[in-house]
């Protein structure tokens, strides 16, 4: 290793709702207020491994425990599970590092099922063959022990948002409230109050809606750069129809599935005003998250994919224009792409020290709760 103290170096993989591809980020960190960002790398899924991981979220819907794997999905777990293993050999090999030079990884797996209500979620990902295969200790499913404890399982992230925007300097460290808007497959936000109070929940449709409208009407996986929104006009009933859902009434809100919102039917709209009317109501739905949140916001933070959609970045800032700044994670010196994955790697060491993973602020779980399983790598330095 090459950190010392508590310090330890830590990979993180997050293959997110969007099952794009595996996100992975290096740190050395101590798990708390120490937080030194490294290299980083993206390996996208090909579009037949995609085709079959969206096919696995139907068979998925039959699982009532979660250790069941019906069907094809045995099979998939160990190749997604295969191709993280590749993913971190590739990047170890690129970044000239062997395996001793690694003490943990923090394995998110692929999201299949999450039902908070039967306090039911499904990672698919072996964490035990991922550290056996390098060597490495690996710290996997993060989020079970949240849901034992009464908390929705999601989203995990937002304690680690907090320790960045500690770390924030220049003109936006004195800024709070301060939101951070992760725009992946679902949208989550995490706020940061006056007093550091720590609040998080998930805030609506993200991309996932959009990539699933324009595969299916342009055979492209995302809307680039939001180039198809951006000739389209919002269809207001379309819009309306999402953003009445009762998910935006409920008073308390729950953590989504990839399924618990769905992309228009054909022929309720043409590609481009259904991709511009589904980024609106990402961006909308962003925007009424407002309502719950104690105090109102000095900045906003654009982190995941959706930040490269103009038409979302564009809606959100007329949305909020009266509620503070918004910024990409990029303009705050951090980095939207990696910072999931970064969040693994922070969450794995937490793990290894017994520290919270989720308050009751951000899942709504009873207590602080850590959580994880600790998979040995045979033959690693620490065994
Ligand atoms: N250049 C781009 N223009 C527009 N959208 C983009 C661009 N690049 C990525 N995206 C969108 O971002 C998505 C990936 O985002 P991200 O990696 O943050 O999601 P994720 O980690 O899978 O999701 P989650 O946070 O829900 O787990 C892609 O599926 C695509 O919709
Ligand atoms: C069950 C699950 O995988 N949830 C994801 C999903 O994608 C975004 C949002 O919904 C968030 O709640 C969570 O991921 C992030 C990484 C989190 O836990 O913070």
Redesign the pocket.
């Known amino acids: 290793m090459a950190t010392g103290g508590d310090l330890k170096r830590a990979i993180g993989l ?7 591809g595996i ?1 992975l980020a290096m740190l050395d960190t101590d798990g708390d207020a120490v937080v030194d960002r490294g290299a980083s790398s993206f390996t996208a899924f090909d579009a037949d491994f995609r085709k079959r991981l969206t096919a696995a979220l139907e068979t998925a819907k039959a699982i009532t425990e979660r250790e069941e794997r019906p069907g094809e999905l045995a099979e998939i777990e160990i190749e997604l599970t295969d191709r993280h293993a590749e993913a971190v050999e590739a990047f170890m090999a690129r970044e000239s590092l062997n395996r001793d030079d690694i003490d943990v990884i923090g394995f998110h797996g692929q ?1 299949m099922l999450h039902r908070p209500r039967q306090a039911l979620t499904v990672q698919l990902g072996l964490g035990a063959r991922l550290a056996e295969r390098l060597g490495i200790d690996v710290v996997y499913d993060l989020r079970a022990r949240d849901m034992t404890m009464g908390g929705q399982g999601a989203p995990l992230v937002p304690a680690y948002h907090r320790a960045l925007a500690a770390g924030l300097s220049g003109e936006w460290a004195e800024l709070r409230p301060v939101v951070f808007v ?7 936000i995490t706020y940061i109050g006056s007093d550091d109070v720590l609040l998080a929940f998930d805030s609506g449709p ?3 809606l ?2 699933q409208w324009v595969t299916r009407h342009a055979g492209v ?6 180039a198809i929104a951006s000739e389209g006009r919002v269809l207001s009933s379309l819009a309306n129809q999402y953003l009445s859902s009762p998910f935006f009434t409920a008073k308390q809100r729950i953590s989504l599935d990839r399924n618990d919102f769905l992309p228009p039917e054909d022929g309720q709209a043409e590609l481009e005003d259904g991709a511009r009317t589904l980024a609106f109501v990402t961006a909308a739905a962003i925007a009424k998250a407002q309502a719950h949140l104690p105090e109102k916001l000095k900045l906003w933070i654009l ?4 930040r ?2 103009r038409m979302i970045v564009e809606d959100l800032t007329v949305a909020t224009r009266h509620s503070g700044q918004v910024i990409v994670a990029e303009q705050a010196g951090l980095n939207g ?1 990696s910072m ?1 994955a970064e969040a693994w790697a922070w969450l794995a060491v937490r793990s290894l020290r017994g520290l919270p993973l989720t308050y009751p602020g951000t899942t709504g779980v009873s207590e602080p709760a850590t959580g994880g399983v600790l998979a040995r790598g045979y033959g690693c330095k620490n065994a």
Do not use: W
């Open positions: 997050m293959s997110g709702t969007s099952m794009d996100d999201t992760n725009i992946g497959g679902i949208s989550n993200g991309n996932a959009i990539d996986p995302y809307d680039s750069g939001g982190t995941g994919g959706g490269h959609n792409d999931e």
